[in-house]
């Protein structure tokens, strides 16, 4: 999100932060109550239309607020109570936000029993896996097919041998949703776990293995170019042939062979 609704989202999180940090492990819960908004104004047009009009008293939409989310921890209703307060470019970014926090909660929770890293490792190696399933990746991505059942599969991956916010993470990506794909909500994750480590995330794909003094040497060279830590998210992929790919953030660096290729073609072609 961008301009108001970057800015919004932006305030709302560092209010956030410290209800957080004092919350603990207690923060899995703010987070999954926080879905549950989502869910609710996902569900409701007239709802969301609502609590982001800009037209509306911030204070009577605060009120509303207080109605719908009866029942729901006091620092949940406070937190949304004041995002409806603010201005939103679109009623979709309201939801949105609420989602991120919402993952900012339950990543505070792994991150109070020093479990983020685990998480951040376990997420990643789930879109790895998922690499060469692709009956798996379009059942995890399809909204026709029963959430139950896209999220047995997730079950099915990391039951009994991952960390609980893992799980809940990976099953929320997939039961959830809202016009995205399983592994593109996976890798936004990952996004917001650098973001919270202060690590930017270069996911790497190579034809080879790479050894750990090219590891080193990759991530020295990308630490220099980014001015500030890099976690690297190395993929073997035979086929990309040779050579890189590299992709941080909005930037992608594509030296692989079957990149020249398609290079050299397009230009035939032209």
Known sequence: MRGTSGASLAAAQERFEPVL??????????????FAVVGALDSSGALRRTLSDPSLPGEAKAGVVGQVLAGFDGRVVDLVSGLVRSRWSADKDLTDAVERLG?????????????????????????????????ARQVLSDPTTAAERRAAVVDALLAGKSDPVTLVLARRA????????????LLAVGDA?????????????????????????????????????????VTVDPAVVGGLRIQVGADVVDSTVLSRLAGARRRLAG
């Open 193 to 233: 776990i650098a973001e919270r480590r202060r690590r930017l995330v270069a996911v790497v794909t190579t034809a080879t293995v790479l050894t750990q003094e090219q590891t080193d040497r990759l991530g020295a060279l990308l630490e220099r170019s980014y001015g500030r830590a890099v976690q690297l998210n």
């Open 174 to 185: 997939t039961t959830s949703l809202r016009g995205r794909r399983f592994v593109a909500s």
């Open 103 to 135: 993952v900012d909660a339950v990543l505070a929770s792994a991150e109070a029993r020093d479990a983020l890293p685990t998480v951040e490792d376990e997420l990643f190696r789930v879109t790895r896996a998922l690499q060469g399933q692709r009956e």
């Open 21 to 34: 940090r004092d919350a603990g492990e207690g923060a899995l819960a703010l987070g999954e109550q926080l």
